[in-house]
C-alpha cells in the first residue's frame, strides 16, 4: 500500500492545478450542470462545479486524469464547495454527502489506475475542503462589528459531514484549504479529530493558508506566525499557502513559513496575479523559474498551481521538482 510519508522523504510531490480553470474550457450550459436528474430542479444550478461529479462524472475524471498525466503525484477531489454552508446557494444542503462520497471515488479510481499502470510512482487523493463562504471571525455588516453570519459549531457539523464523506469515498488525505479565516479552519480540524476518533482511523491532514495581499496577512488579519501557531496544535502532515498570489509574491510568506515548522511545507500558487479581466497570464515557463527559486531554497515539500494553472503548468513544475531534492524538516524544541 503506498504511503505518502514514505515519498515525502523521498522526494518533492507535486500537486494538481486549478478544477475551475479547466472545466471552464468545457463550456457547461445550465443543461449541462442540471443533467437527467436535475432536469427541473428549483434552483439555477450553473456554477455549481461539485455537482459536475454526479452529472458530469466523466469529465471530472478527465481533468484529474489529465494532471497525472502532467506529472502530478496528488490530485484534488472537487469538493471546494462541498459544505451544506456553501452549497445552501443552490438549495443542495442534502446532496452534500453523495457529492462528497462521488467526487472522492471518481479521483480514487483515476489515481488506482495510475499506481497500477506505474507502481514506482504512487498516486494520491487529497480531499479537498474550502473555507465556505462565511466566516467566523468577522462581521458581514459594517454597522454591527459584534454580528456573526456562522458559529463554530455550525461550521464544525457541516465540515465533519464532509469529512466522512470523503473519507467513505477513500481519499488518501484531507487538505483543509484556502483559508482566509483561522476560526473556519480550526472548526474543520476539530471535525477532523473528532471524525478520526469516532472511527479509530488516523488520516493525514495538510493543512494550506491564504495571504490576501501584500500586508502579509490572512483576511481575518493573522501573519504567518500567528497562523502557524493557532492550527499547530494538530498533528499535521503539512502546512502551507495557496491562492491570491502568485508563487513570486508568495515567496516571503512561504520562507518564514518553512523557518518556523517542524511540518512538512506546501504550496499552491496562481498563475501570477489576475488581469483586468480576472484572468491569469503567467506562462508555464514564468511559474517554472519562480517556483525554481522555491525549490533552490529549499522551501517546500509539496508543490502545485490553484488559480488559473492547467496541466501545462504542472508538467512544468514536475520537470523541475526532478532535479531537487525535498526541503529537510527539522525538529523544532
Known amino acids: 500500500m503506498p504511503n505518502i510519508y514514505t515519498e515525502l522523504r523521498k522526494r518533492i510531490l507535486v500537486l494538481d492545478g486549478a478544477m475551475g480553470t479547466m472545466l471552464q474550457a468545457y463550456n457547461f450550459t445550465e443543461e449541462d450542470f442540471r443533467g437527467e436528474r ?7 444550478l450553473k456554477g455549481n462545479n461539485d455537482l459536475l461529479s454526479i452529472t458530469q462524472p466523466k469529465a471530472i475524471a478527465e481533468v484529474h486524469a489529465k494532471y497525472f498525466e502532467a506529472g502530478a503525484d496528488i490530485i484534488e ?13 443552490y438549495n443542495m444542503q442534502d446532496l452534500v454527502y453523495e457529492l462528497n462520497f462521488e467526487s472522492a471515488k471518481i479521483a ?9 499502470a506505474n507502481p514506482s510512482k504512487p498516486r494520491f487523493v487529497a480531499g479537498s475542503i474550502g473555507p465556505t463562504n462565511k466566516t467566523a471571525s468577522l462581521s458581514p455588516d459594517v454597522n454591527r462589528p459584534e ?32 483559508i482566509f479565516d483561522t476560526l473556519n479552519a480550526k472548526a474543520a480540524l ?22 490576501t495581499d501584500a500586508s502579509g496577512r490572512t483576511l481575518s488579519g ?3 506566525e500567528a497562523f502557524l501557531t493557532s492550527i499547530s496544535h494538530v498533528p499535521l502532515l503539512s502546512v502551507g499557502f495557496n491562492c491570491a498570489l502568485g508563487a513570486e509574491q508568495l515567496k516571503p510568506y512561504l520562507q518564514r513559513l518553512s523557518n518556523e515548522t517542524a511540518f512538512y511545507t506546501s504550496a499552491h500558487p ?3 496575479l489576475p488581469n483586468a479581466f480576472g484572468e491569469y497570464d503567467q506562462t508555464p515557463e514564468q511559474m517554472q523559474k519562480f517556483i525554481e527559486d522555491y525549490l533552490k531554497d529549499g522551501l517546500v515539500n509539496v508543490i502545485g498551481g490553484c488559480c488559473g494553472t492547467r496541466p501545462a503548468h504542472i508538467r512544468a513544475i514536475a520537470d523541475i521538482v526532478k532535479d531537487y531534492q525535498p526541503r529537510l524538516v527539522q525538529e523544532f524544541a
Open 108 to 116: 480514487k479510481e483515476v489515481a488506482d489506475s495510475f499506481t497500477s
Open 38 to 44: 436535475f432536469k427541473n430542479y428549483p434552483t439555477p
Open 222 to 224: 493573522q501573519t504567518v
Open 77 to 89: 477531489t472537487n469538493t471546494f464547495s462541498g459544505t451544506t454552508i456553501a452549497m445552501a446557494d
Open 190 to 211: 476539530f471535525a477532523i479529530e473528532e471524525v478520526k476518533e469516532e472511527r479509530r482511523v488516523d488520516i493525514p491532514i495538510m493543512v494550506s493558508g491564504t495571504i
Open 147 to 178: 454580528y456573526r453570519a456562522i458559529t463554530f459549531n455550525e461550521l464544525r457539523e457541516a465540515y465533519k459531514q464532509q469529512v466522512e464523506a470523503l473519507i467513505d469515498g477513500g481519499v488518501d488525505v484531507l487538505l483543509v484549504e484556502t
Open 270 to 272: 496562481n498563475a501570477g
